[in-house]
């Protein structure tokens, strides 16, 4: 199979991005990422959610500024965690002819868990960036795990996901190659 990589940026609202956790270094991290995928050439796809305080046309539900997509990039509409149900989202990736989604956005154990397992189930390889998924603020306080906790607990569990057939790493956003398969440089040696 071809390696097609495809990014997701899902759910980065005003709204949201008001009550995400270290929402300035997520959006720049997006924003970097995205900026050299349309470099090579290769598609951004934004999820946008509907319902639950973020109705269409309002501020808070429109897309960060940083983040606006592209003349002819696809914006998929939701309305649960999951960006595949009751979408257009598988559709588009398989008309781009991606294969692997390179996953970010908002929230880390609630939309970007569900959408990142769903990928993979539905037959996507799957990369996460570790630095580019972010939760809401919130206190020590409460059954939540504190924001910073959060996102390294969903990093490492997708990093021993083993999931058969599939290939599941999790990158910073400068480490994520979007240069074609041949160019790339072979992995450094690691040390026992």
Not at 109 to 132: F, H, K, P
Request: charged share 20%; glycine share 10%; with cysteine.
């Amino acid at each position: 199979m071809t390696h097609a990589p495809a990014v997701l940026v899902i759910d980065m609202q005003n709204a949201l991005a008001e009550i995400a956790h270290r929402a300035d270094d997520t959006v720049a991290v997006i924003a970097g990422l995205c900026a050299r995928a349309r470099a090579a050439g290769l598609p951004v796809i934004t999820v946008q959610h509907h319902g639950g305080g973020l109705e269409p046309g309002t501020p808070g539900w429109r897309i960060v500024p940083e983040l606006a997509p592209a003349d002819g990039e696809s914006v998929i509409a939701k309305t649960s965690a999951d960006s595949f149900l009751d979408t257009g989202l598988d559709a588009a990736l398989r008309a781009l002819g991606a294969t692997e989604l390179v996953v970010t956005g908002f929230a880390t154990e609630i939309c970007v868990d569900t959408t990142a397992r769903q990928a993979l189930s539905r037959g996507y390889d799957l990369v996460l960036v570790a630095d580019g998924h972010t939760t809401s603020v919130r206190g020590g306080e409460g059954p939540y795990a504190a924001p910073d906790a959060s996102v390294a607990h969903h990093n490492e569990i997708f990093r021993n996901l083993d999931f058969p057939g599939r290939s599941v790493r999790v990158l910073p956003a400068a480490d994520v190659d979007f240069s074609p398969p041949r160019a790339r440089r072979p992995p450094a040696p690691t040390r026992g």
